[in-house]
């Protein structure tokens, strides 16, 4: 007796028409926003080419901004170095300052605060992140400069000590100290945003375990919640220094471009890559126009890599406490 | 000296009269059917859960009860779950320290509190491990040790060995008799093994059928 296979089946998968007209939708979307991405960062190269090309590695690390002279003699000289390090500072207190108050908040509102008092704080925190950078900057010129001035003096007179609280001068205003503490309260609400999301998620069973153990609200919040959260945390704290790096107006308002790189927070010296190219924009030559675009990019390129690490850490979270 | 729940527990929309008393250094079993409400009680003497009606007494104070309510870090009662719920990202030996550190015990006095508990449930050995290492009867060990470690006036066990496979039973409870005989606790063993109950109880009551005591 003989045993015949019989013929494999082709299995056949039709799709109707609306799934195939939804999965070419939110494909063009997909691609659309790559398309974008890679436009963006083409035109930044094409028109940035040729400053790279003259000044190769020395953009990086030269801290010299100036144009040639007129009749030619002095050389056009570029270099971001001192915006670099200035964008990295500023960024740095803004992250220093806003994560402690975003952490406090995300967890108030989490698992302290009464619901009516939830959803008016969390109505607030959405009003405040949209706000649009150049009210953050009039406010951080007229409101807040004059009063961190001040503290600005208090932090020099008494902590005068340490390098970083040391001013050439005694002139407080425009400074990195101030410029950081307006990128905090900007990015405060993107940061409290992600807390409350990956604080939200930690487990139920794991924090009633610490109940259960005799723990205090605190002494729970500090075994379950918080380490749970710490993945999350530090992507939206990513999220928060992606646009504390690429914040532009209201730095330029609030920061004095000065083309140094600077350390001491306090001094009224300090720049960032995007208050660079909003201020020399208007009065470019064709040339610094070029070198602007190469700051650009160089801008972007960071700015986007800093997303990136903040999306897989925001994703590598969901997986509990690292 | 006596613990006593007396008055209605639940959750949601679920109710349960329940009328208990475990003297110090007594077991009481707590056995019924699935939806009784076992657990709920150890949750609501644990405080995790608050009583709907009537008080829970401990030597005269009064933890749940009409105008009083205390927190649940200052009853000394630890709850042992029936699914371990060790911390994941802590090891061994910080899983066990974490009792007597929320208490208040300085770093060091809770770590070796914490390798002496590990030590008489057998498991000195593994206190550098985490808990996902460890197979299902190691990680009851240390939820045990974890219990114990911190002297508690209240201990609720909810089905203790559920999630360990039969053969390693019989040598848990040996340990958590020992554990329990060297304990002044006043102790709550909700259990489906019958094992369990006789083992390791010195009196029972069963929900949600009719609630009554037996000796």
Same mark, same amino acid.
């Given at each position: 007796m003989s045993v015949v296979d019989p013929a494999p089946r082709v299995l056949k998968v039709s799709r109707g028409t609306s799934d195939k007209v939804f999965r070419g939708v939110i494909l063009a979307g997909a691609l659309f926003s790559l398309i974008v991405l890679a436009l963006i960062s083409g035109f930044l190269l094409y028109r940035g080419f040729e400053v790279f090309k003259d000044f190769g590695f020395s953009f990086f690390t030269s801290t010299k901004w100036d144009a040639a002279s007129e009749d030619g003699l002095i050389p056009a000289s570029y270099g971001v170095a001192a915006m670099l390090v200035g964008s990295m500072v500023i960024a740095a207190i803004a992250v220093f300052v806003a994560v402690p108050f975003a952490m406090s908040v995300a967890l108030f509102l989490e698992y302290y605060a009464p619901q009516r008092i939830k959803s008016v704080l969390v109505s607030i925190l959405d009003l405040i992140a949209s706000i649009p950078s150049v009210i953050w900057g009039i406010w951080g010129y007229t409101i807040l400069m004059p009063h961190a001035a001040g503290w600005s003096k208090s932090l020099n007179h008494w902590l005068g000590w340490f390098p970083l609280f040391k001013? *050439?001068? *005694?002139i407080f205003e425009r400074s990195p100290f101030i410029a950081g503490l307006l990128l905090a309260m900007m990015i405060l609400p993107i940061i409290t945003s992600v807390a409350r999301e990956v604080y939200s998620q930690a487990p139920r069973d794991q924090i009633d375990a610490a109940y259960g153990l005799g723990a205090s609200k605190w002494g729970t919040m500090r075994a379950v919640v918080l380490p749970f959260g710490r993945g999350g945390l530090v992507g939206g704290t990513m999220l928060g220094l992606g646009r504390a790096l690429g914040e532009t107006v209201a730095v330029y308002l609030v920061l004095n471009l000065v083309f140094k790189i600077n350390f001491q927070i306090l001094a009224s010296v300090g720049g960032n890559v995007a208050s660079l190219i909003a201020g020399r924009f208007g009065e470019a030559t064709p040339y610094e126009l070029k070198a602007l675009m190469a700051a650009g990019l160089v801008l972007f390129v960071l700015t986007l890599f800093v997303n990136f690490i903040a999306t897989a850490i925001v994703a590598r979270s969901a997986k509990g406490p690292q | 000296m006596t613990l006593i729940v007396r008055g209605t527990v639940g959750r949601g929309n679920f109710r349960r009269d329940v009328d208990l008393a475990v003297e110090a250094g007594g077991v009481l079993g707590i056995i019924g059917p699935n939806g009784a409400g076992k657990s709920t009680v150890l949750h609501t003497v644990a405080g995790i859960e608050r009583m709907v009606s009537g008080s829970i007494v401990i030597d005269g104070e009064v933890l749940d009860g009409p105008g009083a309510f205390v927190v649940p870090e200052l009853r000394r009662a630890v709850v042992v779950f029936q699914d371990i719920?060790? %911390?994941?990202?802590?090891d061994v030996l910080a899983n066990v320290a974490y009792g007597p550190r929320s208490h208040g015990a300085p770093r060091a006095e809770a770590a070796e509190r914490a390798r002496a508990a590990l030590a008489s449930v057998g498991m000195g050995a593994m206190a550098d491990r985490h808990p996902a290492s460890l197979s299902g009867g190691e990680r009851q060990r240390v939820a045990l040790a974890r219990a114990f470690v911190t002297n508690p006036r209240i201990l609720l066990l909810d089905e203790? %060995? $559920? $999630?360990?496979?039969t053969d390693s039973r019989p040598g848990l409870r040996e340990v958590l008799k020992n554990l329990l005989a060297g304990s002044t606790a006043h102790a709550l063993v909700v259990s489906h093994d019958q094992a369990d109950i006789e083992d390791l109880c010195g009196s029972v009551v069963v929900l949600g059928v009719s609630e009554k005591f037996t000796d």
């Open positions: 001013v *050439p001068a *005694p | 719920r060790l %911390f994941p990202h802590m203790p %060995f $559920a $999630a360990v496979d």
